[in-house]
């Protein structure tokens, strides 16, 4: 049973900074890429960043400057954010790509999501 597993979300006064990661555990093949995504109430969950396997990183446009995606190891992402604002408020969720078996196709897995909180 593959799970991601997130953690270091808070709160913060604005200008401050968070650290996030998530660990993928269980039995796996091959990770494909790594992403962090965001969701507020009533709206569409959003892409924050990626970190492809070759180390490949994308970000959006609303925290590119302020966030950093990285590997810690392996199986673990982190994501640096600084300059928080107060619309950065969301759930902050983990998501990996990767394959199961050698011939498996591409799965996706989701974490449970954390909460992160900014006060002006």
């Known amino acids: 049973q593959v799970q991601l597993v997130e953690s270091g979300g808070g709160l913060v006064q604005a200008g401050g900074s968070l650290r996030l990661s998530c660990t993928l555990s269980g039995s796996f093949f091959s990770i494909n890429k790594m992403a962090w995504y965001r969701q507020t109430p009533g709206k569409e969950r959003e892409f924050v960043a990626l970190m492809s396997s070759g180390g490949t990183t994308t970000y959006a446009d609303s925290v590119k400057g302020r966030f950093t995606i990285s590997r810690h190891n392996a199986n673990t992402v982190r994501l640096q954010m600084n300059s928080l604002q107060p619309e950065d408020t969301s759930v902050y969720y983990c998501?990996?790509?990767?394959?199961?078996?050698?011939?498996?196709?591409?799965?996706?897995?989701w974490g449970q999501g954390t909460q992160v909180t900014i006060s002006s």
């Open positions: 998501n990996a790509n990767l394959k199961l078996r050698y011939s498996g196709p591409n799965v996706e897995r």
